[in-house]
């Protein structure tokens, strides 16, 4: 039995019918069929191509395939190195990122330490500020003085500014 006949798809292109299917269908059911195609398959692995398939190749072709072989060999080891080195530099990156990334969590508790200390030293000098004392103002008139300072100036940058004429600023109308 042929393989070609077991195999439709390795026939020549138009020599197909509809019994060649209809015989592949009841071939590739039976244990012989099977043993045949795992056999073909072996053999073709191994290179062996005996029995029906059988073929040798000439110098020229022989000599074609280990070129080709070579070639081969020699783009997977290039492909495997590239893949290597891509990952070698990520793998970097990724080392660098985390180290300026644990570097930035530092100075943010750093920074929040000096916050914490400057809102400790500034509660302890409330107290004794002549300069609040003098103007009368509570720590509350001084937040809500502060906030709208700080809401100007984003305006201001945001090139929203607020019209003189509006007399919230403390500045003449």
Do not use: W
């Not at 003098?134 to 984003?154: H, K, V, W, Y």
């Amino acid at each position: 039995m042929m393989l070609q006949h077991l195999v439709p798809c390795l026939s020549p292109p138009g020599s197909l019918t509809l019994d060649d299917f209809a015989d592949f269908a009841g071939l590739a059911a039976g244990p012989a069929a099977k043993e045949e195609l795992r056999q073909a398959i072996q053999h073709k692995r191994r290179g062996d191509m005996s029995g029906d398939t059988a073929r040798q190749f000439t110098p020229e072709e022989s000599e074609r395939k280990r070129r080709r072989r070579e070639r081969n060999k020699i783009a997977a080891a290039k492909c495997r190195n590239k893949k290597k080195e891509k990952t070698d530099g990520l793998q970097k990156e990724s080392e660098k990122l985390e180290s300026i990334n644990a570097e930035l969590k530092a100075q943010i508790e750093e920074l929040k330490n000096q916050k914490q200390q400057l809102v400790y030293m500034l509660n302890l000098h409330r107290p004794t500020c002549i300069v609040r004392a003098q103007n009368g103002q509570t720590p509350e008139d001084e937040r809500n003085l502060f906030i709208q300072q700080i809401r100007e100036s984003a305006l201001q940058e945001l090139g929203l500014g607020l019209p003189a004429s509006c007399g919230h600023h403390g500045a003449p109308a």
